[in-house]
C-alpha cells in the first residue's frame, strides 16, 4: 500500500503519449545522452567538470526537443505549466498534480485525471478528480491540464480567517488535515468565505504545499493576507521608484477624454465597472463629429481586434432605481463576443436589498486605471462652466441632458429622444473629479477588480464557460510591451501588426487623442540601473520614450531625495512594518531640486473660456506615494472580513492635518462620538481636530463643499420627496441642528469663532435657455468625493461620506491615496512651505474654478490659511454670489425659507408672476424691481447677474429649520431609514 502511493509510482505509469507520430520524433533519452557525453569525457581536468558540462549539454538537447518538452511527463517532472514564467502573474513558486473534490467534473477523456488509487482502493468515490494547481505570490490557481492558460477555479489571497481553530491564536491560508484514513493526504486552503479541501500523494507534498501558500500569502512586500495601513488590502506604493504615478481630472470633459484615449489605445484587455453604465454615452463632444467616440462604439472597435473586455454593472433594485441594468447588458453583450458582463448582486439570493456596488472603475491593459466620482453615463459630460442650456443640442443628445431633480427617465430604449423640454428646464451642471493612476496601484485595482468579479462569476454564472474565471497580474508587465520582435508581435491572436501602435502619451489633454501614447513598464524596488539611471527589463532599455506632458510643461519626473512618507500619516492599522517617518520641516529641506515658487503661474493656464488645457482641468502627471483603500464585505466581494480602511484614512489623515482640510463630497453624514445611530466618525474626528487647533491658539481651516439640494426628483414639499427631506435631515443633522451636529457643540465652546474654523458651501450656475430664452438657474450637483490636506495629500475615489460608503458592510467603494513626493514652494499660513504637486494643482484648479478666477489672480488663492484668503476672497464671493441669487430667483434652498408653508407661498407667487418655473425656483424675471426714492427701478437681471464670480454659494443652514425633515410612518422610506444614511 506504501508503495502505491510513492511519489515515483502510479501517476507517472499512467500518462500516455496520445500521437504516435510525436511519440517516433521522440529522441529516446539513452540515445539522445550517449553523442553529446562520449566526446566530451576526454576533454575535462575533473570528473565533476566533465559530468557537469555533459549534464548541460544533455539537458539543452534534451529540452530543445519540443515534442518532448510540450509532454505532460516533462511538465510533470519539472513542476512547469504555460503558466509558471508569464512575467504578468509573477514568480514562479509551486505547481503539481492535486485532487480536488469541489469543482465541477472536467469533461475530457483523459485518463490521467483519474486517481490511480481508485481501482484498488475506491478511495475517492468519483468525487475527486485530479487538476494542476498553479501557486503564484496572489493566489492558487487549479488547471484542467498544465497547458492550459484559463483556470477552472481560482483562489485570490485575501485576509487570513479568523481562527483556524488549532487554539493557540495562529491563523493561516492552508493548513494540513490528518484524515483517519492513513492513505489520504489532505490539506485545506481557506481564504475570503471559501474553504477547499484538496489531497495530495504523500505527507510531504502536503507539507511542502502548506508551506509555499502560506508563505506566499504573507511574503512582503504585498503579503496580501494581513492588513496593511488603514486596515486597507493593499499595501502604500511609491516608496521607492517602482513607478507609482498619478493624474488628477475635474469634470467629465477632462476624465472621459483620457479614458476614451486609453481605450482606443488597449491591446490586451479592459475592464470597467460601474454603478451607472450607458453604452450610448459620447465620450468627446460635440457629439455630431464624435459618432465613433460613443462608449459602444470604442468597445466595438476593441473587441473586434481581439481585446477582452470584461464588464460589472450593479444589478439595481428595480423599484428603486431608474438605471436599468438589463438594458445595459443587453446592448454592451449585443456589441461583440469578446465583452463580458456580469450583473450583481442577485437580490433574492443574496438578500441584499438596500446596498449597491458603487465603485466606478477603467482598467485597460493593466497599465493604467481610472478611479473617483464618475459613472460612464448619462448626465456626467461637464466643464468648468457648467451650463445649464443646451438648445439647440450640441453637446448634451437626448436624454444626457439630464437634471434628476426635474425628472428621472422613464425608458433608456430611445437615448436621442430628449426626457426634458430644453426651453423650459435647464439642465444640473455636473462637478466631479477623477484620476488616473500608473504602476502598482494601478495593478492593486486591477485586483479589486478580479476579486470583484471571480466572486460574481461563482455566484451568478458557475458553469457559463464564456465567462471566465480572471487572474490578477503580479508584475504591470505584458508581453507586447517588453520590446519582443515583430515575429513575436504577429502570433497575438488577432494577427494584427502592433507594432507601429506601441508609443503612448504619458499625460491627457484635450488633444490627446491625436497624440500617441507611450507605453511605460513600471518596474519593481530595485529595479533601477545605477549607471544609466533609468529602469531596464532583459537587458533591454525600456524607458526609451521620453515623458512628455502637454498640458504641464513643467511636470516632467525627476527623482526626489527622500522617499520617505510624510510625517504623520501612518496610524496604528499598520500590522506590516511601518514606512520610515521624518519631521516635515527635514522633509522640506530636501525636496524636488527643481521646485519653482511660480510654477503654477508658469503653466500654460488662459483665461475662463478657453480650450480644457488653458483652464487647468488636467492635472500633472506626477510621481506619488499611492495606497488603494476600499469598502467591502463578504456580500461585496466574498472577503472574510468588514474592510473599512477608506473610513479609517479619513479619520486618521484628519487627525494629522496640520493646517487646513478641503472637503468635497455628494453627501455630508457623520456622527459624533456617543451617536448610536450614525456610525462613520468622520465628524468626531473633525471636531476633535478644531478643538486641538482652539486650544493652542493655532489657525485651523476645513472647509466643507456639498450639493444645495439631494439629486432625487421631487421638490421639497413635494409628497413624493420623501428621500429628498430624509438626507437633508440627516445632514443638517450633522452640520447644524441638535445635540449630534457639529456646529452646535463647536458654538457652545467657541461661539461666533466656530466660524472661523469650519465652513460650509454649495455651488451654482445660471445662463439662457437658449438665445433670446429665459434665464434659469441650477444646482451645480456636487459628486466629487475627495479631501485635500494641506496641499501634500488628496484622497480620491467613489466613497461618500455616509454610512453606507465608509462602514464596509454596505456600499462597496474604491478610493486611493496620494501623498505627494514633488514638491514645490507654497506658502501656508503666512509662510513658507513645501506644498505637494498633485494636491497644489488640484486644490487650485478646483478653487478657480468655484471662484471664477483667471490666471493672473490665483496668487490671491496660494495660501489657503490666511484671512486674506479664507475671508476676503472665499467667503467673500460665496456671499456676494449668494445674495445675487437670492435677489435674482429667490431659488431654494436659501435662509430666508424656514417652513413648508412659506416655501408653498413662495413656489406660488413665483409661478403666478413668471407662468413657469423649474421645481427649485430656477427661472429669472426678465427685469428686477426694486423701490429708490418711492419710485421702482427696473434693472436687467443678466447685468445683476454678471457681479456673480464662478460657482460658489453659501450653504443655506437655516434653510427649513422649522420643519422635521423625517419621513413619517405613511411614507415608505421610513422603513428603511438605513439608505438614507
Not at 499598520?574 to 510654477?599: A, F
Not at 466581494?637 to 473599512?644: H, L, M, N, P, V
Request: proline share 5%; hydrophobic share 35%.
Amino acid at each position: 500500500m506504501a508503495e502505491v502511493q510513492d511519489d515515483d509510482e502510479g501517476d507517472d505509469d499512467t500518462i500516455h503519449v496520445h500521437n504516435d507520430e510525436i511519440a517516433k520524433n521522440r529522441d529516446v533519452p539513452s540515445s539522445a545522452a550517449l553523442p553529446v557525453i562520449r566526446p566530451a569525457l576526454g576533454r575535462q581536468h575533473s570528473m565533476s567538470d566533465r559530468a557537469k558540462v555533459a549534464m548541460q549539454q544533455y539537458l539543452n538537447h534534451f529540452l530543445g526537443n519540443i515534442d518532448i518538452v510540450n509532454s505532460r511527463e516533462v511538465c510533470k517532472f519539472l513542476e512547469v505549466s504555460k503558466l509558471s514564467f508569464s512575467p504578468e502573474y509573477g514568480p514562479k513558486l509551486k505547481e503539481d498534480y492535486v485532487m480536488v473534490k469541489h469543482l465541477p467534473k472536467i469533461l475530457k477523456n483523459d485518463d490521467s485525471r483519474k486517481c490511480n488509487c481508485c481501482p484498488w482502493f475506491n478511495c475517492c468515490n468519483d468525487n475527486w478528480q485530479k487538476v494542476w494547481a498553479v501557486l503564484k505570490p496572489g493566489f492558487l490557481a487549479f488547471l484542467g491540464d498544465p497547458f492550459d492558460t484559463q483556470p477552472i477555479d481560482i483562489i485570490v489571497f485575501d485576509v487570513l480567517p479568523s481562527s483556524d481553530g488549532n487554539g493557540d491564536g495562529r491563523v493561516s491560508l492552508a493548513t494540513e488535515i490528518k484524515d483517519r484514513n492513513p492513505l489520504r493526504h489532505t490539506f485545506k486552503v481557506t481564504c475570503g468565505n471559501r474553504s477547499i479541501s484538496l489531497r495530495s500523494k504523500n505527507s510531504a507534498k502536503v507539507k511542502d504545499w502548506v508551506a509555499a501558500i502560506n508563505d506566499a500569502g504573507l511574503r512582503p512586500p504585498e503579503g496580501w493576507c494581513h492588513p496593511h495601513r488603514f486596515g486597507s488590502y493593499a499595501p502604500p506604493r511609491g516608496l521607492t521608484d517602482d513607478g507609482s504615478q498619478a493624474q488628477w481630472f475635474v469634470d467629465g470633459r477632462a476624465a472621459f477624454e483620457a479614458i476614451a484615449s486609453s481605450i482606443e489605445d488597449a491591446k490586451s484587455e479592459i475592464f470597467i465597472c460601474g454603478w451607472w453604465l450607458c453604452p450610448e454615452l459620447y465620450m468627446r463632444r460635440p457629439f455630431h463629429v464624435n459618432a465613433s467616440s460613443r462608449l459602444d462604439a470604442l468597445l466595438e472597435d476593441k473587441a473586434k481586434k481581439g481585446v477582452q473586455i470584461y464588464i460589472l454593472l450593479y444589478k439595481e433594485v428595480a423599484l428603486a432605481l431608474k438605471i436599468n441594468s438589463v438594458y445595459s447588458k443587453r446592448k454592451l453583450l449585443n456589441i461583440h463576443e469578446n465583452v463580458r458582463v456580469l450583473r450583481y448582486p442577485d437580490h433574492f439570493s443574496t438578500g441584499v436589498y438596500l446596498w449597491s456596488h458603487h465603485e466606478k472603475l477603467v482598467i485597460v491593459d493593466y497599465q493604467i486605471c481610472f478611479i473617483g466620482g464618475l459613472d460612464l453615463c448619462f448626465g456626467r459630460y461637464d466643464t468648468f462652466e457648467h451650463k445649464v442650456g443646451d438648445n439647440p443640442p450640441l453637446v448634451w443628445p437626448g436624454k444626457d441632458y439630464y437634471n434628476p431633480r426635474e425628472s428621472e427617465p422613464n425608458s433608456w430604449e430611445d437615448t436621442m429622444k430628449d426626457e426634458l423640454d430644453r426651453g423650459k428646464y435647464p439642465r444640473m451642471p455636473w462637478h466631479d473629479v477623477h484620476c488616473a493612476l500608473w504602476g502598482p496601484p494601478c495593478r492593486d485595482v486591477a485586483r479589486h477588480f478580479v476579486q470583484r468579479w471571480n466572486y460574481a462569476k461563482r455566484n451568478k454564472a458557475p458553469y457559463e464557460e464564456t465567462i471566465p474565471l480572471l487572474m490578477p497580474q503580479h508584475q504591470m508587465v505584458i508581453p507586447h510591451y517588453m520590446g519582443r520582435s515583430r515575429e513575436v508581435e504577429i502570433e497575438r491572436k488577432n494577427g494584427e501588426d502592433n507594432t507601429k501602435g506601441m508609443k503612448r502619451q504619458d499625460s491627457f489633454s484635450s488633444r490627446s487623442s491625436f497624440q500617441d501614447i507611450p507605453l511605460l513598464l513600471p518596474q519593481d524596488s530595485g529595479g533601477l540601473d545605477g549607471s544609466h539611471g533609468g529602469p531596464k527589463s532583459n537587458g533591454m532599455d525600456i524607458n526609451t520614450t521620453k515623458s512628455v506632458s502637454f498640458r504641464y510643461q513643467k511636470a516632467k519626473i525627476e527623482p526626489v531625495i527622500t522617499d520617505t512618507p510624510m510625517k504623520g500619516f501612518v496610524d496604528d492599522y499598520d500590522s506590516s512594518p511601518p514606512p520610515l517617518k521624518i519631521p516635515l520641516d527635514v522633509m522640506t529641506q530636501t525636496s524636488n531640486k527643481t521646485s519653482d515658487s511660480e510654477w503654477w503661474e508658469k503653466q500654460e493656464r488662459g483665461d475662463q473660456g478657453g480650450s480644457m488645457d488653458e483652464t487647468g482641468q488636467v492635472g500633472p502627471r506626477t510621481s506619488c506615494r499611492c495606497q488603494i483603500l476600499r469598502s467591502v464585505s463578504q456580500w461585496s466581494a466574498g472577503t472574510s472580513q468588514i474592510e473599512e480602511s477608506i473610513h479609517c484614512a479619513y479619520c486618521s489623515l484628519i487627525e494629522k492635518a496640520e493646517h487646513f482640510i478641503y472637503i468635497e463630497n455628494q453627501f455630508f453624514i457623520s456622527g459624533l462620538s456617543g451617536d448610536e445611530i450614525i456610525r462613520n466618525r468622520v465628524l468626531e474626528a473633525l471636531y476633535r481636530r478644531i478643538m486641538r487647533a482652539y486650544n493652542d491658539k493655532k489657525c485651523f481651516r476645513v472647509i466643507i463643499v456639498i450639493p444645495l439640494l439631494p439629486g432625487f426628483q421631487g421638490g421639497v414639499d413635494d409628497g413624493g420627496a420623501a428621500s429628498v427631506r430624509a438626507i437633508m435631515h440627516w445632514q443638517y443633522r450633522t452640520i447644524c441642528r441638535g445635540q449630534n451636529s457639529i456646529l452646535h457643540n463647536l458654538f457652545e465652546l467657541l461661539g461666533p469663532k466656530t466660524h472661523d474654523y469650519i465652513s460650509f458651501y454649495g455651488l451654482r450656475s445660471y445662463g439662457r435657455l437658449f438665445e433670446g430664452g429665459p434665464v434659469a438657474t441650477s444646482q451645480v450637483y456636487v459628486h466629487s468625493k475627495i479631501m485635500i490636506i494641506d496641499d501634500c495629500v488628496a484622497l480620491i475615489g467613489s466613497a461618500n461620506i455616509n454610512d453606507r460608503s465608509l462602514l464596509g458592510s454596505r456600499d462597496s467603494e474604491i478610493a486611493v491615496l496620494i501623498e505627494d513626493k514633488e514638491l514645490v514652494d507654497s506658502c501656508m499660513g503666512g509662510k513658507p512651505w513645501k506644498a505637494g504637486k498633485f494636491a497644489l494643482s488640484l486644490r487650485l484648479s478646483l478653487w478657480s474654478e468655484h471662484l471664477g478666477l483667471r490666471a493672473r489672480d490665483i496668487k490671491q488663492i496660494i495660501d489657503p490659511v490666511i484671512d486674506s484668503t479664507y475671508k476676503d476672497v472665499w467667503i467673500a464671493i460665496a456671499k456676494t454670489n449668494t445674495a445675487v441669487y437670492q435677489d435674482v430667483f429667490s431659488c431654494v434652498p436659501n435662509d430666508l425659507i424656514h417652513s413648508r408653508a412659506a416655501f408653498r407661498q413662495d413656489v406660488a407667487m413665483w409661478k403666478e408672476k413668471l407662468g413657469h418655473n423649474t421645481i427649485d425656483l430656477g427661472i429669472a424675471p426678465v427685469n428686477l424691481e426694486s423701490y429708490v426714492n418711492g419710485d421702482i427701478k427696473k434693472t436687467d437681471t443678466m447685468e445683476r447677474l454678471r457681479s456673480v464670480h464662478g460657482h460658489l454659494v453659501s450653504y443655506p443652514l437655516d434653510f427649513m429649520c422649522k420643519e422635521d425633515l423625517r419621513p413619517v410612518f405613511n411614507e415608505s422610506e421610513y422603513y428603511a431609514t438605513q439608505v438614507f444614511h
